[in-house]
């Protein structure tokens, strides 16, 4: 039986950036805190448990610390969560993923110009939540469907900056930048999709179209790791959505000639190695 691995499973450049700093972090001793879980992955986030790191889940929580590191996650933070942390007795290392970052720099550029912003994405992502942060006029819009893009309303002479979520699809972005455009505004696009995402989508319909079983890796909060699935689900019809080897147990074994495997971009490589070595053995 061949396994087909995709070379794209796996954290993307922004998310192992951010968990390295946390395990160097850890290294360098003192307590560390993340902004929020560092991935959604659980294996990784209690693995950091162990090791004494905690999770702050809400901003209140910074004032009843007096000490140590707080270590911000490739998602970003607003500019008022940023102060807040600044501002405390913590040491802050800003794990924001750069492509992120340069989002945070055009928001805050062009809504200080006074140009209003639209982001195209998901409202209850914390990446978003993040990026409207960082508009220091009007609040920024988002928007996630085409209802939202025909309901949208601006001034006649308002200069509009659009930009993405960095995991929106490409299609469907430039489908909702259509409508704003055939109502007249003047927006000015800024395509800020990270091409890791779209590589990912790419490579796994490919490898799921052409074998007998497909398996998807990620744990079960991760949206890009559910897109996966739907993606793969439409190309090979014995697709399984997997959080670790475990989850492969209950699966009967079979004849199979060719395996394909892909991960999230939170699913850490001894994950993807263990499903990988239970697959060579029992299928
Ligand atoms: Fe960054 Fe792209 Fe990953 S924006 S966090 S490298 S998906």
Known sequence: MEIVLAKTAGFCFGVKRAVDTVYSEVESGGKIYTFGPIIHNKEVVSDLEKKGVTVIKDIDMIDQ???????????GVSKGVMTVLENSPLKVVDATCPFVKKIHRIVEEDSTKGKRIVVIGSKNHPEVMAITGWCTGLPATVIENEDEAND????????????SQTTFRLAKFKELVEILRQKGYNVDVVNTICSATAERQEEARSIASTVDMMIVIGDSKSSNTQKLYEICSHECKRTLYVQTKDDLVK?????LRRVGITAGASTPKNIIEEVQNYVRINF
């Open 251 to 255: 699966e009967p074994l079979g004849s």
């Open 65 to 75: 610390l007096s000490e140590g590191t707080v270590i911000i996650r490739s998602h």
């Open 152 to 163: 949208f309303r601006a001034g006649d002479n308002e200069q509009i900056t659009v930009v």
